[in-house]
């Protein structure tokens, strides 16, 4: 799929979500847009968390149960009073289960302008192998 | 007989169609869903991408917006004495050719926007500050819009 042609951004308001366990802390909890693609050697995962710092993004994986929670600080300082609120802030919360079984030690994370990249590499024994039909 | 007294005043007699009762209650159970289905929150009012919040404190007007996957260079932002122009285009990498997509949830595409700020400001003075995808524009509030203290005099 290309992006030539731009189009026009349209708004989209938050997806809150209920989380599955109870915050200890209270606030709203929201379903980040996620990117997911598969190529034989790993799966990538692409997440839009504005607003979260690298400190504040745990991400779990256990027994095949990714997790990814993120943390985004209201940026309003003391004093500050709301004239227009169009978005909330809180936390980012969303799992998936991986089908593929995934080598851990070399998982990458990276986060960029709000941006998380995670690259999952494939176990080895996952990456397909073409089987030639001998004639 | 057409017309007639009762020194009594039975509610049957207010009716002037057997369904005014049954209209007005109609009427006061739709304002009550109207409040429950529209809830707390609603729609954001401008329908323009970004959402942005506006927030002040004395000296300053806040202008935030979430923009994920955006740096500083990739914006357009402009003011006059009372309005914020942001605009810019969010653009997603094509990925290895080779991929097969699971999901696709993420946006790519241009926006602009104008949101006018209730009272002027110092355009001088302006600063912008883009991080962790969360834009932030300081605006200075021009002199006559910052209140004032004014000190009552006890004769």
């Not at chain 1, 809180?90 to 995670?118: C, M, N, P």
């Not at chain 2, 007989?1 to 007699?13: A, K, N, S, V």
Request: a negative charge.
């Amino acid at each position: 799929m290309t992006n030539s042609e731009s189009k026009a951004l349209q708004p989209k308001e938050k997806a809150e979500v209920t989380a599955p366990a109870e915050q200890t802390k209270a606030g709203l909890v929201f379903t980040p847009a996620v990117d997911i693609f598969e190529t034989d050697k790993d799966i990538t995962l692409l997440a839009d968390m504005p607003g979260v710092k690298a400190g504040d993004l745990n991400i779990d994986l256990r027994e095949s149960v990714l997790t990814l929670d993120g943390d985004a600080r209201p940026p309003e300082r003391d004093g500050e009073v709301d004239i227009i609120r169009e978005y909330r802030t809180g936390k980012y919360y969303r799992q998936f289960t991986l089908s593929q079984v995934i080598d851990q030690a070399k998982i990458d994370a990276e986060l960029k302008e709000g941006v998380l990249r995670l690259r999952l590499p494939k176990v080895e024994a996952a990456t397909p192998r073409k089987i030639v039909v001998k004639n | 007989m057409m017309l007639f007294r009762r020194t009594t005043r039975w509610p049957t007699l207010e009716w002037t169609s057997p369904f005014e009762e049954l209209d007005r209650m109609r009427r006061q159970m739709d304002l009550l869903s109207q409040g429950l289905s529209r809830g707390v929150w609603q729609e954001p009012a401008a329908g323009v991408f970004p959402l942005m919040n506006v927030t002040e404190d004395k000296e300053n007007f806040y202008v935030r917006a979430e923009l994920p996957g955006l740096k500083g260079d990739d914006l357009d932002i402009s003011v006059t004495r009372d309005a914020l122009s942001i605009a810019g285009e969010r653009k997603i990498a094509p990925e290895d050719e080779k991929a097969t997509y699971h999901r696709r949830e993420r946006e790519a595409g241009r926006f602009s926007r104008i949101v006018s700020l209730p009272a002027q400001v110092d355009t001088g003075k302006v600063e912008a500050d883009c991080t962790d995808g969360v834009l932030q524009v300081t605006l200075p509030k021009a002199e006559a819009a910052k209140p004032k203290q004014i000190a009552v005099k006890t004769s």
